[in-house]
């Protein structure tokens, strides 16, 4: 079955880097888009970006463009996030989400998520 | 900037049908945004109910259906349980690969 296990969440200072993991198993993961959402402590959900599944398109949230990077490595079957120039707003769990079955432009299987807290 | 709207709060007796709807700010939702329904309960991951309007995700009773009711995407659960009390949330797909989710809804079943 499909497995979406997120880590690399923490606490980190405003203004630092951090670089969240999602590792893949359960299906192919070089035939499916990827997404980011996040949903910030006791709020909604929040889409952050998705990443195509030959990692040719790359999209983002206006709140975290310029900021954050979508990539994947599709030989360790992981999708990553890297959050630059982190601020407060960005503290939330973290799910990595995969396409679904029918294909783009669809959201299918969620990670447990990992937390990631922005305070000095 | 485009609001994906849900309500905010609805409430359904047990054994009772509910509809959900997920509208837009400005615009009428149809099967082009590919509405899909998350499931969440407190503390836990969304769980994907329904996507691209009315494709319901594996293992997803069939009392859960989607469709589009005038310009809303809707949510329907017939025959409502006490395990259906959640949180419910939409999102549309905006194209040229925007998603944009609602702010949710807050099912209870009494």
């Known amino acids: 079955q499909v497995q979406l296990v997120e880590s690399g969440g923490g606490v980190v200072q405003p203004g630092r880097s951090l670089r969240l993991s999602c590792a893949a198993s359960?299906?192919?993961?070089?035939?499916?888009?990827m997404h980011w959402v996040r949903q910030a402590p006791g709020k909604g959900l929040e889409w952050v970006a998705v990443?195509?599944?030959?990692?040719?398109?790359?999209y983002y949230a206006d709140s975290v463009k310029g900021r954050f990077t979508i990539s994947r490595d599709d030989s360790k079957n992981t999708l990553y996030l890297q959050m630059n120039s982190l601020r407060a707003e960005d503290t939330a769990v973290y799910y990595c989400v995969k396409e679904a079955d029918s294909g783009w432009p669809t959201l299918g299987d969620w990670g447990q998520g990992t937390l990631l807290t922005v305070s000095s | 900037q485009t609001v994906v709207t849900q309500e905010p709060s609805f409430s359904v007796s047990p054994g009772g049908t509910v509809t959900l709807t997920c509208g837009l700010s400005s615009g009428s939702v149809s099967t082009n945004y590919y509405p899909s329904w998350y499931q969440q309960t407190p503390g836990q991951a969304p769980r994907t109910l329904m996507h691209s309007t009315n494709t319901r995700s594996s293992g997803v009773p069939n009392r859960f259906s989607g469709s589009i009711l005038g310009n809303k995407a809707a949510l329907t659960i017939t025959g409502a349980q006490a395990d259906d009390e959640s949180n419910y949330y939409c999102?549309?797909?905006?194209?040229?690969?925007?998603?944009?989710f609602g702010g949710g809804t807050k099912l209870t079943v009494l």
């Open positions: 999102v549309l797909y905006m194209g040229s690969g925007i998603w944009v």
């Open positions: 990443i195509s599944y030959d990692g040719s398109n790359k």
């Open positions: 359960g299906f192919t993961f070089r035939f499916r888009a």
